[in-house]
């Protein structure tokens, strides 16, 4: 079972320099979720979609943008990256939201330099 | 403001047991998770709590007072492959999850 897939799994930006990061489900998961997880901190939510079409900013969506055509797919697009966005990045997905798991990708690890 | 409150690390040797406590200030409470997340990969799931009590799980349990805002995991027979981080997190009024900075659990023989 491939659960959540996450593509790259590393990359090198230069500042100014854009990008797409990917995520894909496939437990047909209305809920899905991206974060970054910076050392010493928690995770931070930046987006999150309720369903094919809809998306919603979480705690930290400056210098992000999402969108969410499919049930499956849920990309996460950097515009002008910025060192600040250096991070690790996780995309999540849950069934609903009251008490239902997120399960998490292995994760982007991001350096823009 | 939303706090989320763990110790930073902890060290215990292998075959004892370890609490590591979580104290939370949310915007409103719906349930409580706690994940696993080994150096370097994706946090999974270890247990949730809605309830005030302790829920058991294997060498896993998790307890919660809602009225102290607390909670903590205990792991016992610690093996080595219990290294990691382990993250506290709550789902606040929005439903939105809330975490913590996670602690560091190191393992010695």
């Not at chain 2, 009590?53 to 349990?61: A, I, N, T």
């Not at chain 2, 809602?66 to 610690?78: A, D, I, P, Q, T």
Request: proline share 4%; net charge neutral.
């Amino acid at each position: 079972n491939a659960g959540v897939t996450q593509t790259p799994k590393f990359r090198i930006l230069k500042i100014g320099q854009s990008m797409t990061l990917q995520c894909a489900q496939d437990m047909n998961h209305n809920y899905m979720y991206w974060y970054r997880q910076d050392p010493g901190m928690g995770l931070k939510l930046i987006y999150y979609s309720v369903g094919a079409g809809i998306t919603d900013k979480g705690e930290v969506p400056n210098g992000y943008n999402v969108s969410r055509s499919t049930t499956e797919d849920f990309p996460l697009r950097l515009e002008l990256a910025a060192p600040s966005q250096t991070s690790v990045y996780f995309c999540a997905s849950s069934y609903g939201v009251q008490g239902n798991i997120q399960y998490f990708g292995a994760g982007t690890r991001l350096s823009v330099l | 403001g939303q706090n989320i409150d763990q110790p930073t690390e902890m060290t215990a040797t292998e075959g004892a047991i370890v609490q590591i406590n979580c104290t939370y200030q949310t915007s409103g409470f719906n349930g409580l998770f706690w994940y696993q997340q080994h150096a370097g990969e994706a946090p999974t799931f270890l247990s949730y709590n809605v309830l005030d009590g302790l829920e058991e799980k294997g060498r896993f349990s998790s307890f919660l007072s809602r009225s102290k805002g607390y909670s903590y995991l205990l792991l016992k027979e610690l093996q080595m492959k219990d290294s990691a981080s382990y993250l506290c997190a709550v789902r606040d009024s929005n439903y939105q999850l809330i975490w913590g900075a996670g602690t560091k659990l190191i393992i010695k023989p």
